[in-house]
């Protein structure tokens, strides 16, 4: 676990970086924010070990930045939600998201975040190009793009 | 590395976290961006295996992140420095900062971004709360916070 290491540092990027700087951690919450909610959608679409799956999971869970929701009574099954805590995430996935596209997306970006009033895109501080707004999480519409490959 | 068992996926963030997903490698970025240029300050700073951070700095100038530029003749000494594309990380680290100031710094934030020409609080979309501006990593003092806390 990078808390451990990071201990000494008494700085918010640390902090931070406790919580999602662990392999897959960020790859499970892009996940999430396009709305897989259930693990074997998770495991499926990453393709990781089921046991660090879980691992991620339930840290997340821990963090009180997933919650754990029943779906199913017999058998009991849980989807796992995004809580308030963890849509404050949203911005570093998207500083993420926009730093892939400039550098690593010779085709142009795979995917589109767009204004859902609007349609215009979402940049890089998270307003709108097109109208202007402070776009949140929840006014923004997910779109392929240009750089979009299906796996062969 | 993260780069071979991410590689499936046809996302820019996960392009992104092939660079920066790798175990210190963005506290390595948050010191650069704090001004620390040498190997042996970023060891010190950092306290990590030197084989560690040399493996990580290595990374970040192959991937034109870092340069290394020399200042010591005889013997031969060099300093990291970003790049172009390196500053392009500036988002993730403010996400990052932002993010672990609201969740994981009850005392307040340990280290604050001012806007250089107003002293206004920079906002996590990198805009100057007080005046406005949009803000870019060359407009920014830091400076401590008051939740900074010196280690014992």
Redesign the interface.
Known sequence: M?GR??E??????????????E?WT??IL?DAFLGVRRFGDFADRL??ARNVLQDRLERLVDEGVLEKVPYCERPPRYEYRLTE?GL??W???????????????PDG???LLLHKECGGEVD????CARCGA?VEVGDVRIEPGP???R?A
Do not use: W
């Open positions: 990078l290491t990071y000494g540092q008494n700085c918010s990027v640390a902090r931070a970086l406790e919580l999602v700087g392999r960020l790859l892009r393709g990781i805590r404050d995430l911005p570093v996935l998207v500083a993420l998201l926009k730093f892939g596209d400039r550098h690593y997306a970006p795979p995917m890089d501080r998270r307003t402070l750089g979009l490959k796996a």
